[in-house]
């Protein structure tokens, strides 16, 4: 028996190290990679699923097909046979600075990566340019945390930082059709908020309009990602990442390409869909084992692709997502058209339409501009609500608005979508739900989830902001900065640390919620920091 355990872990490594795609842990260490997770021999799932190999894999592999067991020491074995991950510089002891902004300037050199090595067993997309990490747990470029680092890094004259990192996503959606999550293998079934449309505009405000033409061809592949199946998908469906809508409607919606559980959070995901499950089994009855079997397998898988969409939405996670808007064990993410991953996909049909008139002419530009307005038409129709004067996501299954006021409702303002008398409105329900203390809340919830209330997180700051400064809406655009600046100018003072997320609503008290403690760091706070200092500074 152990013998043909053993046989089988080696033909399970070999055949899955030949594979083209790169191999996940999971495909890679077969038993090993479950046994591991749900053991939870690590308090991250992230670290083993980060780990390199010390020696051949195949060999590990016996090793491991020979000693598995009840006496087996599991986390020893992991011990002695790989590479733990890093762990972060204690980034306050490594050069404290009495102002925050001369800090994160400094952190500029301890985030950066330089170019990747591929290394074998490894999860890490090895990149072919220098990168900036966020920092933590975080050991790797994430796809829409770049674009608010990118902010900072222009500020801090870093442009060449930038362009890199442009050229690294290029590089990947050339590569593997689209921007993952993060570089790691285990991310490349999702991507994350499709931010590229607005690096590129970043990058063309450096170097000149040529870079439109230039990303053009990559532009265009992560705009068909999104887009796939757009030719044959009917009304009143979707498929994967689309949704038609009954009238024709053509909008998005967040997905994964897998249905298991995610690697860097296993056990987690495997208990939820297991609790599912169960659950499910205590209130139906079936004809037979076979059918109560396929429907509890039907169950957790889509559990677990609604938290794997929920995190390629990057609001991992949120009650915008929950159908009791309560508990996570309601997640219905597959089910909700986002209004902000619409407005980001209106703003990437804008871009290429610019790059279109630049690079092929005023046909190939109006294609893509009629595409958009069609899609601007979508989203103010099944996304606005004339009675809340607010910007909601819609749900598909019910055919009608979510009812929680979210930062999200803000994307339109920021795109330049909504009419100037919407964007008054918009302004003063911001006032009246989101607006706290320290800035804008994530949601008006508070369920324990990291992206709900009492959080605020900086991408959010800075969408609201400039989506209300693009309507003139400065008093109130000011206002919003100076209390997110204040913020986290006060966490600074008190622990010399730029924090991943913040609590807006007491703002002597930390944030909290989610799958991992609190990350500091961090590069899109730093980023959106000194973005948002030099907007005040010419207000």
């Known amino acids: 028996m152990k013998q043909l355990l053993i046989i089988s872990l080696l033909f399970f490594c070999i055949k899955n190290m030949n594979a083209q795609q790169p191999a996940t842990p999971d495909k890679i260490y077969g038993q090993l990679f479950v046994d591991v997770q749900l053991a939870k021999i690590f308090a991250d799932g992230k670290t083993f699923v980060d780990c390199t190999p010390k020696r051949k894999i195949r060999d590990i592999m016996y090793d491991y097909g020979l000693a598995k067991g009840p006496k087996m020491n599991l986390k020893k074995f992991v011990e002695d046979n790989f590479n733990m991950p890093a762990e972060p510089p204690a980034f306050n002891y490594i050069m404290k600075e009495p102002v925050a902004a001369n800090h994160i300037k400094n952190l500029w050199s301890v985030l950066r990566r330089d170019a990747d090595i591929a290394v074998e067993g490894s999860s890490l997309l090895a990149l072919p340019n220098p990168y900036i990490v966020p920092g933590g747990r975080f050991r790797e470029i994430y796809y829409w945390d770049s674009y608010f680092t990118m902010l900072g890094l222009k500020e801090s004259g870093e442009t060449e930082m930038i362009e890199s990192m442009v050229k690294n996503f290029a590089f990947l959606i050339d590569k593997y059709g689209h921007i993952p999550n993060g570089n790691r293998s285990y991310y490349l079934s999702r991507s994350q908020p499709p931010f590229f449309s607005l690096m590129i505009e970043l990058l063309a405000t450096i170097k000149g309009e040529a870079v439109y033409k230039t990303?053009?061809?990559?532009?265009?592949?992560?705009?068909?990602?999104?887009?796939?199946?757009?030719?044959?998908?009917?009304?009143?469906?979707?498929?994967?990442?689309?949704?038609?809508?009954?009238?024709?409607?053509?909008?998005?919606?967040?997905?994964?390409?897998?249905?298991?559980?995610?690697?860097?959070?296993?056990?987690?995901?495997?208990?939820?869909?297991?609790?599912?499950?169960?659950?499910?089994?205590?209130?139906?009855?079936?004809?037979?084992?076979?059918?109560?079997?396929?429907?509890?397998?039907?169950?957790?898988g889509n559990v677990c692709r609604n938290l794997r969409a929920g995190a390629e939405s990057g609001w991992d996670f949120s009650s915008r997502w929950f159908a009791d808007e309560k508990n996570i064990s309601s997640i219905q993410t597959t089910d909700i058209v986002p209004v902000d991953l619409n407005c980001l996909l209106y703003n990437l049909e804008m871009v290429i339409a610019k790059g279109m008139f630049l690079k092929r002419g005023e046909i190939a530009g109006n294609k893509y501009k009629s595409i958009a307005a069609k899609r601007k038409t979508a989203i103010v129709k099944y996304c606005w609500n004339v009675k809340t004067n607010f910007f909601f996501d819609y749900n598909i299954v019910i055919k009608k608005q979510n009812s929680n006021y979210t930062a999200a409702g803000l994307y339109p303002l920021f795109v330049k979508i909504a009419t100037p008398s919407q964007a008054n409105t918009v302004a003063a329900t911001a006032i009246k739900y989101l607006l706290k203390p320290g800035g804008i809340v994530t949601t008006t919830n508070n369920t324990g989830q990291q992206w709900d209330?009492?959080?605020?997180?900086?991408?959010?700051?800075?969408?609201?902001?400039?989506?209300?400064?693009?309507?003139?809406?400065?008093?109130?655009?000011?206002?919003?900065?100076?209390?997110?600046?204040?913020?986290?100018?006060?966490?600074?003072?008190?622990?010399?640390?730029?924090?991943?997320?913040?609590?807006?609503?007491?703002?002597?008290?930390?944030?909290?919620?989610?799958?991992?403690?609190?990350?500091?760091?961090?590069?899109?706070?730093?980023?959106?920091?000194?973005?948002?200092?030099?907007?005040?500074?010419?207000k």
């Not at 139906?284 to 039907?298: C, F, G, R, V």
């Not at 400064?469 to 006060?490: C, E, S």
């Open 215 to 300: 990303y053009l061809p990559q532009l265009e592949k992560e705009y068909n990602y999104w887009m796939e199946g757009v030719d044959k998908i009917k009304k009143g469906t979707a498929f994967k990442r689309l949704v038609k809508l009954n009238d024709g409607s053509v909008l998005n919606r967040y997905w994964d390409d897998l249905n298991t559980p995610r690697q860097e959070s296993y056990k987690e995901d495997y208990d939820l869909s297991e609790a599912a499950a169960n659950e499910l089994a205590m209130r139906i009855k079936m004809a037979s084992p076979e059918a109560l079997k396929k429907i509890l397998d039907e169950t957790r």
């Open 453 to 538: 209330a009492p959080n605020g997180w900086a991408p959010l700051q800075w969408i609201a902001v400039n989506g209300l400064n693009n309507y003139k809406q400065t008093v109130l655009a000011k206002d919003i900065a100076t209390r997110w600046l204040a913020l986290n100018d006060k966490v600074y003072a008190a622990t010399g640390k730029m924090m991943e997320k913040y609590n807006v609503e007491d703002m002597n008290k930390e944030a909290g919620g989610g799958e991992y403690p609190s990350q500091d760091g961090f590069g899109w706070t730093n980023g959106v920091y000194l973005a948002l200092k030099a907007f005040m500074q010419k």
